[in-house]
T-cell receptor, first 113, second 113 residues
Framework: SQTIHQWPATLVQPVGSPLSLECTVE??????LYWYRQAAGRGLQLLFY??????ISSEVPQNLSASRPQDRQFILSSKKLLLSDSGFYLC????????????FGPGTRLLVL | SQKIEQNSEALNIQEGKTATLTCNYT??????LQWYRQDPGRGPVFLLL?????KEKRKERLKVTFDTTLKQSLFHITASQPADSATYLC????????????FGRGTSLIVHP
C-alpha cells in the first residue's frame, strides 16, 4: 500500500532563515505531487504541483520554491522566511493526473518568529 | 472567479442525531465534488466523491447529495458519534479540467455525548 511521509512534523524558525521541508511517497511510481499551505482559519492554498521529476508548476508567486529531485520526493524550500510563511504545510499525492482524489501527508507545522 | 462557501461557524449536535453540513459554490460547473475529513493537526482524509450526474452517494453512515441547479452539496452523518467531531472540507475540481481540487475552508463539527 501507499504511504506518504513529511518531515519535520514541527518547525520553529526565525524570520530570514532558510527552509527545507521534505515529502516522500512509498508504494507507487510517478505520482503527481502537491504542496499546500493551510493558515489558521483559512482553506487549503495550493502552492506547487509536480507531474514528474524536475517538473514544477507554481500557483502563487512568493518566496517559496519547490523541487522534485527524485520520482517520489518533493521538497519545499525558502531562502529567507517571512512571518507570513507560518502555517500548516501539507504534501499530497495522487497516482494519475485524471484521478480525482488526493491523499495527504501528516503535515508540517511551521512557526516563523 | 470560483467561490466555495462552507459555514464558518461550528456545528454542534448531540450524539445520535444527524449532522448536515453544507457546501455552496458559485461561478462553477464542477464535474465532481469531494468531501474530506480533517482532524486537528492532521492532513485531510478523503471520504466521498460524487459526480455531476449523480444525485446521491452513500457510504456507511455518510450520505452526500449534489444539486447542480442549486449549486450545493449536503453532507450528512447519521447516528453521529463524538468520534465524528472534526472539520469537514468540501472540494471541487477547478475549471479547465485540471483535476486539481479547490478546497473550501471547512466546517467544524462537534458531537456532544
Amino acid at each position: 500500500s501507499q504511504t506518504i511521509h513529511q518531515w519535520p512534523a514541527t518547525l520553529v524558525q526565525p524570520v530570514g532563515s532558510p527552509l527545507s521541508l521534505e515529502c516522500t511517497v512509498e508504494g507507487t511510481s510517478n505520482p503527481n505531487l502537491y504542496w499546500y499551505r493551510q493558515a489558521a482559519g483559512r482553506g487549503l492554498q495550493l502552492l506547487f504541483y509536480s507531474v514528474g521529476i524536475g517538473q514544477i508548476s507554481s500557483e502563487v508567486p512568493q518566496n517559496l520554491s519547490a523541487s522534485r529531485p527524485q520520482d517520489r520526493q518533493f521538497i519545499l524550500s525558502s531562502k529567507k522566511l517571512l512571518l507570513s510563511d507560518s502555517g500548516f504545510y501539507l504534501c499530497a499525492w495522487k497516482g494519475d493526473p485524471a484521478q480525482e482524489t488526493q491523499y495527504f501527508g501528516p503535515g508540517t507545522r511551521l512557526l516563523v518568529l | 472567479s470560483q467561490k466555495i462557501e462552507q459555514n464558518s461557524e461550528a456545528l454542534n449536535i448531540q450524539e445520535g442525531k444527524t449532522a448536515t453540513l453544507t457546501c455552496n459554490y458559485t461561478n462553477y460547473s464542477p464535474a465532481y465534488l469531494q468531501w474530506y475529513r480533517q482532524d486537528p493537526g492532521r492532513g485531510p482524509v478523503f471520504l466521498l466523491l460524487i459526480r455531476e450526474n449523480e444525485k446521491e452517494k452513500r457510504k456507511e453512515r455518510l450520505k452526500v447529495t449534489f444539486d447542480t441547479t442549486l449549486k450545493q452539496s449536503l453532507f450528512h452523518i447519521t447516528a453521529s458519534q463524538p468520534a465524528d467531531s472534526a472539520t469537514y472540507l468540501c472540494a471541487l475540481d477547478r475549471t479547465g479540467g485540471s483535476y486539481i481540487p479547490t478546497f473550501g475552508r471547512g466546517t467544524s463539527l462537534i458531537v456532544h455525548p
